[in-house]
């Protein structure tokens, strides 16, 4: 009677922490690969990662989205940075039906693919939707800064 059951279940919080650490680390796979620039690169991405809660704070989601995918390239800390956003706030990929996470765009019958999309949902949804992917938007990447913060610290070891 007295057998303590470990749940299989992962909290939202862990499920968060779990995505913003697979998030971070490809980050710096991707942005690390130029020797030339090896660390400036990432520590952008770092900034980026830890500013953006205030951008978002100060202009709205939609805006801030806005100004990084207007200077986003794919490989630059900006890019990243928005595809991961849209990822975490249009995809389940990692999730049963079952989880407790789910994301406030789901990409059904659109085209989730579209490097857009997540924009056209901020445009095209109601005030409640916007309201979740602005907390969800804010509680990834807390978890993403002191993530980032982590590895940026590795990497000035290293050197």
């Given at each position: 009677?007295?057998?303590?059951?470990?749940?299989?279940?992962?909290?939202?919080?862990?499920?968060?922490?779990?995505?913003?650490?697979?998030?971070?680390?490809?980050?710096?796979?991707?942005?690390?690969?130029?020797?030339?620039?090896?660390?400036?690169?990432?520590?952008?991405?770092?900034?980026?990662?830890?500013?953006?809660?205030?951008?978002?704070?100060?202009?709205?989601?939609?805006q801030a989205?806005?100004?990084?995918?207007?200077?986003?390239?794919?490989?630059?800390?900006?890019?990243?940075?928005?595809?991961?956003?849209?990822?975490?706030?249009?995809?389940?990929?990692?999730?049963?039906?079952?989880?407790?996470y789910h994301?406030?765009?789901?990409?059904?019958?659109?085209?989730?693919?579209?490097?857009?999309?997540?924009?056209?949902?901020?445009?095209?949804?109601?005030?409640?939707?916007?309201?979740?992917?602005?907390?969800?938007?804010?509680?990834?990447?807390?978890?993403?800064?002191n993530f980032?913060?982590?590895?940026?610290?590795?990497?000035?070891?290293?050197?």
């Amino acid at each position: 009677m007295n057998e303590i059951h470990q749940s299989i279940h992962k909290t939202l919080d862990q499920i968060r922490a779990a995505k913003a650490w697979e998030f971070v680390k490809n980050a710096k796979k991707r942005l690390t690969k130029n020797e030339k620039d090896k660390n400036e690169k990432f520590e952008k991405y770092v900034s980026l990662v830890k500013k953006f809660p205030a951008i978002i704070n100060n202009n709205g989601l939609g805006q801030a989205l806005a100004f990084i995918f207007s200077k986003a390239k794919k490989e630059n800390p900006e890019g990243i940075l928005f595809e991961q956003l849209q990822k975490w706030l249009t995809e389940n990929e990692n999730t049963p039906s079952e989880s407790l996470y789910h994301p406030p765009y789901p990409g059904k019958n659109k085209d989730i693919n579209s490097n857009d999309y997540l924009l056209q949902c901020i445009m095209n949804n109601n005030s409640m939707m916007y309201l979740q992917a602005t907390h969800e938007s804010m509680s990834i990447l807390d978890k993403m800064r002191n993530f980032a913060s982590g590895l940026s610290n590795d990497s000035n070891k290293e050197d």
